[in-house]
């Protein structure tokens, strides 16, 4: 902050923003998991406000959007590789004796429980889709 870089300012002044205001509502301090949770709610609005903006022709706003999401991913995590969370997805598959997509819900929840903010829901899904789907033929 003392480059005086207005953007990054700008950016983690709403993102305290948004966290505080989180706390509020939920009348108590928030855990490392609750603002992992509002970060990637932020980024994926951004993700959503981009590509309306590319759509739109504005390409200095979509811009814009692509630096706050790379911003605020240096403040996220890293992110589970698509290897480990198929090899998860497997194991808790196996472990429940889950065969098809009737399984769905009940792998995808224990798996969403043991990967907690370190994969986003959509790479979690497909790798349960991966490991429940039959092999084609």
């Known amino acids: 902050m003392r480059r005086k870089d207005e953007f990054v ?5 709403f993102l305290k923003s948004n966290i505080d205001s989180v706390a509020k509502d939920k009348l108590k301090e928030l855990s490392e998991e609750e603002v992992v949770a509002v970060l990637r709610k932020r980024i994926k609005q951004s993700e959503d406000a981009k590509e309306k903006y590319a759509q739109g ?3 200095d706003l979509a811009d814009s959007e692509a630096r706050e999401m790379d911003l ?14 198929a090899r998860i997805a497997t194991s808790v598959a196996s472990q429940l004796g889950a065969r098809s997509m009737k399984d769905f819900g009940r792998v995808m929840g224990r798996v969403v429980g043991e990967v907690a903010g370190r994969a986003d829901g959509k790479s979690i899904k497909a ?5 429940l789907q039959p092999p084609a033929r």
Do not use: C, F
Request: hydrophobic share 45%; no cysteine.
């Open 57 to 59: 022709g504005r390409a």
């Open 127 to 131: 790798a349960v889709e991966a490991v």
């Open 9 to 13: 300012l700008k950016v983690l002044r």
């Open 72 to 85: 605020i991913n240096t403040y996220l995590p890293t992110q589970m590789s698509q290897d480990e969370l």
